[in-house]
């Protein structure tokens, strides 16, 4: 184990040339970051999810009640022990074969059968109270990180010239407002990592636990060689449009129309303002550029950079699915339901009556044509 930390911590991976960690280490003159600091954000992650329990029930939940929004789920599927069976044992998407076999055991029309697996289906997504609590959420605690970063970074002189999280790297003496940002995101991270698997379940869950964990490794490593300067200013860039988009999905669990489409377009702007012009153009030219002529390369340096660049492939993505959204609201008139909707939905989707032979049946619709489904989540910190 000894040789595998030795190993782990090689300096010549993680400090500049001639710099060793004990020139890091803590003095009465100056505080240096240490990794043993990242502890705290484990204990303070299951806090934050404790709050979050908390803030979800007494707050968030009445705020919804006083809006309206109710706690009843999507239509339940009649009760029948064969299909059940089939749903729990075998498969939520039967197939063409198993659709016919099916409706000639149960003497159903297959569009029934059809019908009973989708209402199945959405018996397990959360009802909309569920959504707007976890919204209501992440809203508050987006406005409050972004809020203190931008009050930490306009006393600092790296926010208006870049070049100072190089001068002098790596002897930058740790703040304690910089070191609360930091462990404060580090937590919040790890929080939704845990989380993730007991929320709302997304299409893009792969793809969001992957931003995830590149946030929190990203974290990790500049905050271990100390490049914290501009760790900082990827984490403020990033956070600055999640709000916005959380405050979209509540206007559209409201059903306030107009408010969740002026918030959306607003979302967009800002996101691809953000992610794909002042990223780009800012933060990564400091890293690879500046960096490169005041202090040079060294093994970490092309590790942080790669993951930098990660992230901007992930932006480039997102970006990608924000435009396609905002395309589908110009050509209809609002904001459509997108891909990562949690409720299946067509015309025939809920039926009034039981299942039976005639297809022909009276049908409702659940009022999907809005943005009653969520809107494209994106990005949230250093990862997005």
């Known amino acids: ?31 240096f970051p240490q990794a043993e600091d990242l502890y705290l954000a484990f204990p303070l992650a299951f806090c934050i999810f404790m709050v979050r329990l908390i803030f979800e029930r007494f707050v968030a939940k009445p705020c919804a009640m006083a809006l309206n929004i109710q706690a009843s789920g999507p239509q339940i599927a ?32 297959v569009r029934s059968i059809q019908r009973w697996f989708r209402q199945r289906r959405n018996q397990e997504k959360p009802s909309t109270l569920t959504r707007f609590c976890e919204s209501m959420w992440r809203f508050s605690f987006y406005i409050y990180v972004f809020s203190y ?7 600092t002189p790296w926010l208006w010239n870049t070049k100072h999280c190089w001068y002098n790297y790596p002897y930058q003496p740790l703040t304690t407002d910089l070191h609360y940002y930091y462990i ?32 929190i490794c990203l974290i990790i490593f500049s905050y271990v060689n100390n490049m914290a300067r501009v760790g900082t200013l990827v984490l403020c860039l990033h956070d600055s449009a999640d709000a916005l988009l959380e405050a979209a999905k509540m206007a559209n669990y409201a ?14 702007m800002v996101f691809i303002i953000t992610r794909l012009g002042i990223f780009p153009l800012w933060v990564l030219n400091t890293t690879l550029f500046e960096s490169w002529e005041i202090v040079g390369p060294y093994p970490s340096w092309w590790v942080f950079n790669l993951l930098l660049l990660l992230i901007q492939g992930l932006n480039c993505f997102w970006s990608y699915l ?33 299942p039976g032979k005639n ?14 489904g969520y809107l494209l989540t994106g990005p949230c910190s250093m990862d997005d």
């Not at 022990?81 to 159903?108: C, M, N, Y």
């Not at 970063?149 to 006393?155: C, M, N, S, Y």
């Not at 059903?255 to 967009?268: I, N, P, R």
């Not at 297809?359 to 009653?372: A, D, E, R, V, W």
Request: charged residues 25%; hydrophobic residues 40%.
């Open 1 to 31: 184990m000894a040789g595998i930390l030795a190993w782990f911590w090689n300096e010549r991976f993680w400090l500049p040339h001639n710099v060793t960690w004990a020139d890091l280490k803590n003095t009465e003159e100056a505080t």
């Open 78 to 109: 009649q009760p029948n022990a064969i299909l059940e069976k089939v749903f729990t044992a075998i498969t939520k998407h039967p197939d063409e074969k198993r659709l016919e076999g099916l409706s000639k055991q149960l003497d159903w029309d």
């Open 149 to 155: 970063g931008v009050r930490f970074l306009k006393k």
């Open 184 to 215: 404060l995101e580090l937590s919040f991270y790890w929080s939704l990592v845990v989380s993730q698997f007991t929320d709302i379940k997304r299409k893009d869950f792969g793809i969001m636990f992957l931003h995830h964990l590149i946030t």
């Open 255 to 268: 059903k306030f129309q107009k408010m969740c489409d002026l918030l959306f377009v607003m979302f967009a």
């Open 322 to 354: 924000i435009v396609k959204i905002a395309c589908k609201a110009i050509s209809k008139g609002k904001v459509s339901k997108d891909d990562r909707s949690d409720i299946e939905s067509s015309s025939d989707d809920e039926d009034s009556g039981p």
């Open 359 to 372: 297809p022909h049946t009276t049908t409702t619709t659940n009022g999907t044509s809005g943005t009653n």
